[in-house]
């Protein structure tokens, strides 16, 4: 087993030539020395030579390629701002597939440009133009967003590419797993011929490779892994256990108040069921909310914002809502159903274990995915190749994870809520059959469309002729 890549404490960022303004920015948050994929790109890059690097998330790769921009960007500060021929106009761009993602870059670009004070602008769909146009007029230094708002603000001549020097592609492989591949190759056209390109990929699969053979020149590749290390990440404990679906609340449960538990993400793979798990904890007890593509903007940013503010103890995800998102302190992961191959199980536990810190990642896997499995187990070697069969109340679900003897899956003192009914009609269906009220039911039988027994008259009616009387 190999060691998580550590930060090596007896460098610094000053010995990889970072400028003093952004070490000063980084040292007030308690960064101070660079981790290997940061050591091993960063006196690279400001080299300005084009880099591929491939990291896993939770390696630091943000920095990596974030200080490397913001050194290489002139800022308003600087003494050689008003010598730009188009002062204002963005001078990087960074793309990333996902809107959780663009606001977890901008947010390292800012701690690090704090100093510096370097003007980075996020970009996404979802919400409103007029805060984005309004920051592109007052000029901006780096913009970081998805592919889909970049071409449309491009399209409506609002943002300007053509005087970008610095183009970061993050997490090639999920913007191209997400159809972005098109709008990508757009953009980088829209970009001068003369521009650094760094592109960072947890994976590098055959698109990917291709894309970088397209508009990279002659790259330096960098991998902060050894080529045989696993992909998963090694400070992380994993387990599977075969569970029945109806026993899995309770088992989810159960794990929320084992020994150490922090911040846990949980991962479905439907909406469906993201939003029922999510209830359902909340029933329990438990502070918890989802993400997931039927909920609007707002209410997964507030969603997020909260979990990062440990106001909320569970996030529950589907894979494509939770993919970008960088939150800080998960101890637990818990696939609350099988990931359907091995690459989405790595970026699903990938939330945990990082920077050198432990975490733990249990799978729950139904009697149906067994199977799918065992293919996920052996790709990744994990050595788990039959997950043990597990309940609730089994005794090695305490012991592994750490649970307290006598726990259920309730916080206790916590009741079901009561749910108001809706109309009188389910509170009668809520009572029992013999007390409901008896419904008057009254049946009509027609004929030619007039009621059969009711009062008639043989008189014409006013509008209607009057009968012809035949002829002797």
Known sequence: MTDTPRADEKQTFADLGVIDPICEALAQVGIRHPFPIQALSIPISLSGVDLIGQARTGTGKTLAFGITVLQRVTVPTDPGYADLTHPGKPQALIMTPTRELALQVTKDLEIASSVRAARVLT????????????????GVDVVVGTPGRLLDLVNRRDLDLSHVHELVLDEADEMLDLGFLPDVERLISKTPRSRQTMLFSATMPAAVIALARMHLEQPVNIRAEASDAKATVPDTTQ?????????????????????????????????????????????????????????????????????????????????VAARGIDVAGITHVINYECPDDDKTYVHRIGRTGRAGKKGTAVTLVDWADVTRWKVINKALELDIDTPVE????????????????????????????????????????ERPRADRPKRERSRRRLRNGVEVGAATTDAPTPDAPAPATPAP
């Open 390 to 429: 597990t309940y609730s109340t089994s005794a090695h679900l305490y012991t592994d994870l750490g649970i307290p003897e006598g726990t259920r899956g309730r916080v206790p003192g916590s009741e079901p809520k009561q749910r108001e009914p809706r109309d009188r009609d389910r509170r009668d269906r």
């Open 123 to 138: 970009v996404y769909g979802g919400v409103g133009y007029e805060p984005q146009l309004d920051a592109l007029r007052d």
């Open 239 to 319: 387990f599977a256990y075969q569970a029945h679906d109806l026993d899995k609340p309770e088992i989810v449960g159960r794990i929320l108040q084992a020994d150490g538990v922090g911040k846990v993400m949980i991962f479905t793979r439907t909406k469906r069921a993201a939003q029922r798990l999510s209830d359902e904890l909340e029933d329990r007890g438990f502070a918890a909310a989802s993400i997931h593509g039927d909920l609007s903007q707002i209410m997964r940013e507030r969603a997020l914002k909260k979990f990062r503010e440990d106001k909320i103890q569970a996030l529950v995800a589907t894979d």
